[in-house]
């Protein structure tokens, strides 16, 4: 503490704090020394050693030769000011994130990072942000620096999985954590098996639909048996949209052994689903090499006969080459043709599925009255049913 004195004669100092003097010691200490034109520099030297000495008030000097004067002064000693904080840093990660499964279906994504600072966080699905909710539950919780960042699902569902991002922040910076959530469920038979059969290709195809969030496996079964895959019979699976598959089964030149029931069987971690059987009736007869030569010709016509009852009768024609190999047929249809069938009945699917075709072929002579049945039933002409008899 300092002060200036004016004096012109000899100057006696003495320093009060309050009612008491003063008294030079360890810890203080006391000088006067003289400048010009009779001014002089008083000045107390005290050493702080507590808080409260700094604030205590109080403290005066008094200045006497042959009159007096007094000085007050009030210790206000500052103390230093606090060193300024450290700057702000980014969150970091504490490890990667992480899904975890948590009994009894529910599933949990974590994100656990680093900051001084406190830090606020955001989920988003895709596009869409993620709110707390009964569906999504968002929690945050703290120690010793290390922010711990959870989004709970209890009961999730298919449409639940894809890719989810958290977006960690605070004054100084954001980083941002990206987790991809896969949800298997049972497959579904979205569609059951169907036949198409394509005649330009002589293909059969068997197709059918399925859900499931990632590809099945998939087997499909011909009497009960695993049909395994060769140059003639291909297993396909194609995805057709998020969380659908197509499987197919295709045949090349189905044969008499291809009839019969198919059945697809689609599985994943979760359990197996079965589909309805589905029956391959129509196949395609095997195509047979032309036969080599010409078709055989007549060169002498039938000749009616007349014989008396009780008579052999001798008709006779000629083939314009001869050819041993030639198979020859006589037919008498003295009483016409009794029905019968030509060719086993087929079934034809159109390719868009929405029209089957039953044919077969009869011989008769004269025209016969075809009837068809259902289950015993007799089917008749309707919008849904057409009848369409062809002679050739």
Known sequence: MKCRVRSSSKLDITWHKATEVVRASSRISMRTTPLKDGEYEVVLELKVGARSE?????YWC?????GESHANLALNIEPEPEPPAPPAKPPVFVGPP???SEPPRAVVMEVRVRSERTVTASWWHGQRAVRHS???QITQQEKASIFTLNLRIPEPRPEDAGLYKCSVKNEAGEINANLTLNIEVVPEMRQQPRVI????????????RITCVNRPNVQWLHQMRQVTGDSRRSVIVEQVSQGEYAVKLEINGASAADRGEYQLVARNEKGEVKSQPVTVSEVFEEEKPKPK????Q???QLKPVTVEEGQSADFACKLAKLDMSTEIIWYSQADGLAPTFAKKPTIEQAPDGKRLTFACRVLADPRPTLSWFRDGVQVQDSARHKAMPKRK
Do not use: K, L, Y
């Open 54 to 58: 700094i604030a205590e008030p109080g």
């Open 62 to 66: 008094e200045g006497t030769n042959s």
């Open 98 to 100: 992480a899904i975890r």
């Open 134 to 136: 009964n569906r999504t």
């Open 197 to 208: 059969v394509i005649r330009e290709r002589r293909v059969v195809i068997i197709e059918s």
């Open 293 to 296: 030569g010409e078709r055989p």
């Open 298 to 300: 007549f060169a002498a």
